[in-house]
């Protein structure tokens, strides 16, 4: 992937520059909305509560809005219901036969009924999400004992639960419009601006302890190799891929039995971000449930369960295993690859179809999964040790990194094939051009 020739083709092709101003308009927006106040909040009280709140539930939704939670803004909820409901979507398309079927088999008409009832679900989830924290907003309390919410009743109530979810469903659309008229993915776009925000103070605070001594020259160095190793293994893995060569016959070749060669890529972590995120939310639960009970064997468990602790390594360790080889079965199926690779005369070399191809593909995505699965454990563990030991000045989480180096990868492969099509393109059309007018323009 060559930079300097993906930023060349940005100004040198018109409708990309038009659709990258489109994708900065919109993030823009969607960062003026993040410092929105709902009404009805003591926003100091509650920045006061997030700081206490790190480890939990809160403290993950907020990492992903973008601060947006702990200022509880028009856009506090992010595009998290609109996530968790393509992923419940994805679950259920597997587990339920008539939407599966309606996925797979309807084409055009199949991908926007799915795509409707994932909107009807991220909507519904963001009322759930908003009713929650309103609620819970009425009793809360800062550390200080400064209350968040000032008059709680009904009228709080309906107004947080209609700014949230009013946010959410903006964001929606916003993520949708990105994706059609923009460059990258929408959805991906939004939570990468929002946990990219939050570099410029990060790095603000640490030249700042540098400068009043309370951050050694020899620790900013530790930090500053850590962050540059961590992110050059992300970009490594998430580029890494093992190609199955396959042979299709050559249906328009004169010759009987010809024959030509391809690939299919199969990533080293198909399943991605998703099972730090699963994983880290069932952990997190616990966590956020104590904060709203006061008893002693509460407490126990919110300390055992603390981020850091050998307990919490351990369980979280052994969930993102788990989530791996679960998610990775659910979007990787090698009875349906084998299947339409028989269907299109293709074939891998030296492995017969069905069965036989079914197997092979099995092994390899077993092999890789388990390679992933210590990856995504490695890249989500190492770093909560790692800012435990050295008393890291902000937040440095594997979970955020991936999101990050794999949306920015995304959108510059994008970026680069969306250059290449309208280059092709304008080929074509001078071609075309040519062979009305004849050769120098002359008919």
Same mark, same amino acid.
């Not at 990258?20 to 823009?28: G, H, I, N, V």
């Not at 963001?126 to 929650?132: C, E, S, Y």
């Not at 966590?287 to 981020?307: D, E, V, Y």
């Given at each position: 992937?060559?930079?300097?020739?993906?930023?060349?083709?940005?100004?040198?092709?018109?409708?990309?520059?038009?659709?990258?101003?489109?994708?900065?308009?919109?993030?823009?927006?969607?960062?003026?909305?993040?410092?929105?106040?709902?009404?009805?909040?003591?926003?100091?009280?509650?920045?006061?509560?997030?700081?206490?709140?790190?480890?939990?539930?809160?403290?993950?939704?907020?990492?992903?809005?973008?601060?947006?939670?702990?200022?509880?803004?028009?856009?506090?909820?992010?595009?998290?219901?609109?996530?968790?409901?393509?992923?419940?979507?994805?679950?259920?398309?597997?587990?339920?036969?008539?939407?599966?079927?309606?996925?797979?088999?309807?084409?055009?008409?199949?991908?926007?009924?799915?795509?409707?009832?994932?909107?009807?679900?991220?909507?519904?989830?963001?009322?759930?999400?908003?009713?929650?924290?309103?609620?819970?907003?009425?009793?809360?309390?800062?550390?200080?004992?400064?209350?968040?919410?000032?008059?709680?009743?009904?009228?709080?109530?309906?107004?947080?639960?209609?700014?949230?979810?009013?946010?959410?469903?903006?964001?929606?659309?916003?993520?949708?419009?990105?994706?059609?008229?923009?460059? #990258?993915?929408?959805? !991906? /776009?939004?939570?990468?601006? &929002? +946990?990219?925000?939050? @570099?410029?103070?990060?790095?603000?605070? *640490? =030249?700042?302890?540098?400068? #009043?001594?309370?951050? !050694? /020259?020899?620790?900013?160095? &530790? +930090?500053?190799?850590? @962050?540059?190793?961590?992110?050059?293994? *992300? =970009?490594?893995?998430?580029?890494?891929?093992?190609?199955?060569?396959?042979?299709?016959?050559?249906?328009?070749?004169?010759?009987?039995?010809?024959?030509?060669?391809?690939?299919?890529?199969?990533?080293?972590?198909?399943?991605?971000?998703?099972?730090?995120?699963?994983?880290?939310?069932?952990?997190?639960?616990?966590?956020?449930?104590?904060?709203?009970?006061?008893?002693?064997?509460?407490?126990?468990?919110?300390?055992?369960?603390?981020?850091?602790?050998?307990?919490?390594?351990?369980?979280?360790?052994?969930?993102?295993?788990?989530?791996?080889?679960?998610?990775?079965?659910?979007?990787?199926?090698?009875?349906?690859?084998?299947?339409?690779?028989?269907?299109?005369?293709?074939?891998?070399?030296?492995?017969?179809?069905?069965?036989?191809?079914?197997?092979?593909?099995?092994?390899?995505?077993?092999?890789?999964?388990?390679?992933?699965?210590?990856?995504?454990?490695?890249?989500?563990?190492?770093?909560?040790?790692?800012?435990?030991?050295?008393?890291?000045?902000?937040?440095?989480?594997?979970?955020?990194?991936?999101?990050?180096?794999?949306?920015?990868?995304?959108?510059?492969?994008?970026?680069?094939?969306?250059?290449?099509?309208?280059?092709?393109?304008?080929?074509?059309?001078?071609?075309?051009?040519?062979?009305?007018?004849?050769?120098?323009?002359?008919?």
């Amino acid at each position: 992937m060559n930079l300097s020739k993906i930023f060349a083709n940005v100004f040198e092709v018109p409708e990309l520059k038009k659709r990258l101003l489109f994708t900065f308009a919109l993030l823009a927006v969607f960062r003026l909305g993040a410092h929105i106040p709902t009404p009805g909040i003591n926003v100091a009280a509650l920045s006061e509560f997030f700081q206490r709140a790190q480890g939990t539930m809160f403290g993950f939704m907020d990492a992903f809005s973008g601060g947006a939670l702990s200022k509880l803004t028009i856009f506090a909820l992010g595009v998290m219901p609109y996530i968790s409901a393509s992923i419940i979507m994805q679950l259920f398309t597997v587990a339920f036969p008539s939407l599966e079927k309606l996925a797979k088999e309807e084409g055009e008409y199949g991908r926007k009924k799915i795509n409707q009832y994932t909107r009807y679900g991220s909507v519904a989830l963001a009322f759930i999400q908003a009713l929650g924290i309103a609620i819970g907003l009425q009793g809360m309390k800062s550390p200080s004992g400064i209350p968040v919410v000032p008059n709680p009743g009904f009228t709080f109530i309906f107004v947080c639960v209609t700014t949230l979810v009013a946010g959410s469903t903006f964001l929606m659309w916003l993520g949708e419009k990105i994706t059609e008229h923009g460059v #990258g993915e929408g959805m !991906s /776009l939004l939570i990468f601006a &929002g +946990i990219v925000s939050r @570099i410029p103070s990060s790095v603000i605070n *640490v =030249i700042t302890q540098f400068k #009043g001594g309370e951050l !050694s /020259l020899f620790k900013l160095v &530790g +930090i500053i190799l850590i @962050i540059l190793t961590m992110t050059a293994l *992300v =970009i490594y893995v998430e580029m890494a891929e093992r190609r199955v060569p396959l042979q299709y016959a050559k249906r328009s070749a004169p010759q009987v039995g010809g024959t030509y060669t391809s690939f299919l890529p199969i990533k080293l972590n198909p399943a991605n971000v998703i099972p730090i995120i699963f994983a880290a939310s069932i952990m997190m639960f616990p966590a956020t449930i104590t904060k709203f009970i006061h008893t002693a064997w509460a407490q126990k468990i919110a300390h055992i369960l603390m981020p850091g602790t050998p307990t919490y390594l351990i369980i979280y360790g052994v969930l993102i295993f788990f989530f791996t080889y679960f998610y990775t079965a659910v979007i990787f199926n090698p009875e349906e690859i084998a299947d339409n690779l028989n269907k299109a005369g293709g074939f891998i070399p030296g492995i017969r179809a069905g069965k036989d191809t079914v197997e092979y593909l099995d092994r390899i995505v077993s092999r890789l999964t388990f390679a992933g699965a210590v990856f995504l454990t490695t890249i989500a563990i190492v770093p909560l040790i790692i800012m435990q030991r050295m008393h890291f000045p902000f937040y440095f989480g594997g979970t955020a990194l991936l999101i990050v180096v794999g949306v920015a990868l995304d959108t510059l492969r994008r970026i680069e094939a969306f250059a290449l099509n309208v280059s092709y393109e304008g080929f074509l059309g001078k071609r075309k051009r040519r062979k009305r007018t004849g050769f120098g323009g002359v008919r």
